[in-house]
Nanobody, 122 residues
Framework: EVQLQASGGGSVQAGGSLKLSCAAS????????IGWFRQAPGKEREGVSC????????LYRDSVKDRFTIFIDNAKNTVYLQMNSLKPEDTATYYC???????????????WGQGTQVTVSS
């Protein structure tokens, strides 16, 4: 079974930063798209950002653009989400997922990792 490893979550104050990582075990991201999604308690899961591994094409949810940056490290087979200027509304469990097309639609991603908690206090 494909194992995706999300890490880097934590608790920060509003305006702070966190860097999330997503690495694959026994799987190469090459030829795939990697997305970051989040879900807050009682809320629907929503797409945050995604990137095409091969072409670098990126998408961002409007509420995070200019604050979050998604990027890859080919050598480490890892995708990152740099989150700056964090707001309380960013509080959620963040998940990474792999698919075949860069979209912000969770249903288009077939392989999911365990979530990492991000908590932003005001």
């Amino acid at each position: 079974e494909v194992q995706l490893q999300a890490s880097g979550g934590g608790s920060v104050q509003a305006g702070g930063s966190l860097k999330l990582s997503c690495a694959a075990s026994g799987f190469s991201f090459d030829g795939h798209a990697i997305g970051w999604f989040r879900q807050a308690p009682g809320k629907e899961r929503e797409g945050v950002s995604c990137i095409g591994w091969s072409d670098g094409y990126t998408l961002y949810r409007d509420s995070v653009k200019d604050r979050f940056t998604i990027f890859i490290d080919n050598a480490k087979n890892t995708v990152y989400l740099q989150m700056n200027s964090l707001k309380p509304e960013d509080t959620a469990t963040y998940y990474c997922a792999a698919g075949l097309w860069a979209t912000l639609q969770a249903g288009d991603f077939g392989s999911w990792g365990q979530g990492t908690q991000v908590t932003v206090s005001s």
